[in-house]
């Protein structure tokens, strides 16, 4: 990296270092204005971002429309309505002991902002995520996946519609570009990956105590209860699994589900897949393809692993690494060492394991890294609260899968391996922002009781405040 020139790289942070006074005393209503002229240019290119995303990885245009398009505009429309309400100073209550002050809460921005972000989602995630950094009022550098050429060009094209590129400028570009954006000073940086290249970014942000946003991912788990509706529990968990081709941080990465079904839950899952991708899924239009070659290997070293193994397949089919395909697959009676169990999947690739006491389930979970995301399916409270009270998660869905992060009132992130900070709506906005404490003494300076020398009248008065306050 040393002998690369990134000029062009430094000359657009510099830029924006300079800006990023004149971004921070921007209003709520300008930083709306921007939001209302992104939505009507994305809207304005809803074709090409579905025709272009189709060619970077034939990512099916309904599914586009509804995981990238839908899910962007919803973001935006939920700041364009709420902005003015979040910037606004918040008071907080007082104590006896400060009941002759006013205290309130500031929200700044941090200032100049680097959102680092995935080829999975590579719409949606670039744009809900500026769309909090903008209208926090800070500068920001995006770095896009090099993965997905095709939308990339229309972000870039979008976004330079909207922003100068001395407030939002979109940067392409592999490991060198980010680490050397890394390498700079900003005021907070937000990632969305893998916790392997979360610690990276953690490392060299700390070398400026830049704070970070880290949205990472791990082993998703699902539990599942036997008193449920096995056919319609069997299709909310196909159509989180296999959305996006199963590339996505949150959904399910292993089942988990209580052995007096294994029978009826095997026959369902084989019909429901049949049911949604056909007899030949290659050839199904849902479906989309894996990212990369890399991936590809990745996913069938997983598969492969378990042909010397007891593992019998509840589905299996052709691969195809010419158009990138696998065949989504389910699979029981697999080692609970190999990497199919040990490592985040990101894949069609769906583990099936059946537990004889749920005890034994949450013991496969709680030796793992705390995971991103936490499914149960289950009509029973008690089953319900003993998963919740022996776990931890980032965030949990009970009976559905996947749609917490579409909340407008929840925040989305992980806990510790699987992420740092919160994401999305107001905690988006929060996280873009410094939280300023402001404290006013209106009446009397604490001085005025404390002043030295210390006598006996200065004991006198905090002993009749210990009294009043303890």
């Not at 539990?223 to 296999?242: C, G, L, Q, S, T």
């Amino acid at each position: 990296m040393q002998d690369r020139n990134f000029d062009y790289l430094l000359k657009i942070y510099q830029a924006q270092v300079s800006n990023k006074i004149e971004i921070r005393k921007t209003t709520a209503s300008t930083r709306i204005n921007w939001l209302k002229k992104l939505k009507e240019t994305i809207l304005q290119n809803e074709q090409r971002i579905k025709e272009a995303i189709y060619k970077d990885f034939r990512k099916n245009p309904i599914e586009t429309e509804t995981t990238e398009i839908l899910a962007s505009i919803l973001e935006i429309n939920l700041f364009i309505k709420k902005l003015k309400k979040w910037v606004k100073p918040k008071s907080v209550r007082s104590s006896l002991l400060f009941a002759t002050t006013s205290a309130k809460l500031i929200y700044e921005p941090k200032g100049n902002t680097l959102i680092i972000t995935p080829w999975n989602y590579p719409f949606q995630l670039p744009i809900v995520h500026l769309v909090a950094s903008v209208a926090a009022g800070n500068t920001v550098i995006l770095k896009l996946s090099e993965f997905t050429p095709q939308i990339n060009q229309i972000l870039k094209e979008i976004i330079a519609e909207v922003f100068d590129e001395n407030h939002v400028a979109v940067v392409e570009g592999a490991v060198d570009e980010t680490t050397f954006l890394l390498s700079l000073k900003f005021d907070h940086i937000h990632f969305t990956g893998s916790p392997a290249v979360g610690k990276i970014v953690m490392s060299a942000a700390a070398n400026n105590l830049t704070d970070v946003t880290l949205e990472l991912g791990g082993k998703s788990p699902v539990f599942i209860d036997k008193n449920i509706n096995i056919a319609e529990v069997v299709r909310n968990i196909i159509w989180a699994k296999f959305v996006n081709m199963g590339q996505t941080c949150i959904a399910p990465d292993y089942l988990l589900v209580d052995k007096s079904i294994e029978k009826e839950f095997d026959l369902a899952i084989q019909a429901q897949i049949k049911s949604a991708f056909g007899k030949k899924p290659k050839y199904s239009e849902d479906l989309a393809r894996i990212i990369n070659e890399k991936q590809f290997e990745r996913l069938s070293g997983y598969l492969a692993e378990l042909d010397h193994t007891p593992a019998e397949w509840i589905v299996k089919g052709y691969h195809d690494k010419a158009s990138l395909f696998i065949h989504p697959s389910v699979v029981k009676n697999f080692p609970l060492d190999s990497k199919l169990m040990q490592e985040e999947i990101f894949g069609p690739i769906l583990p099936v394991y059946y537990y004889s006491n749920l005890d034994e389930a949450l013991k496969i979970v709680n030796e793992k890294e705390k995971p991103l995301s936490l499914y149960i399916f289950s009509q029973d409270k008690k089953y319900i609260n003993h998963i919740l009270n022996h776990t931890t998660a980032g965030g949990t869905t009970i009976n559905d899968a996947m749609i917490h992060i579409i909340h407008p009132n929840l925040p989305f992130g992980g806990v510790n391996n699987s992420g740092i900070g919160q994401s999305l709506g107001h905690y988006g906005f929060k996280s873009f922002s410094h939280e300023r404490a402001t404290l006013q003494a209106n009446y009397f300076p604490m001085s005025k009781f404390f002043w030295y020398p210390y006598t006996n009248k200065t004991r006198k008065m905090l002993s009749w405040m210990k009294k009043l306050f303890t």
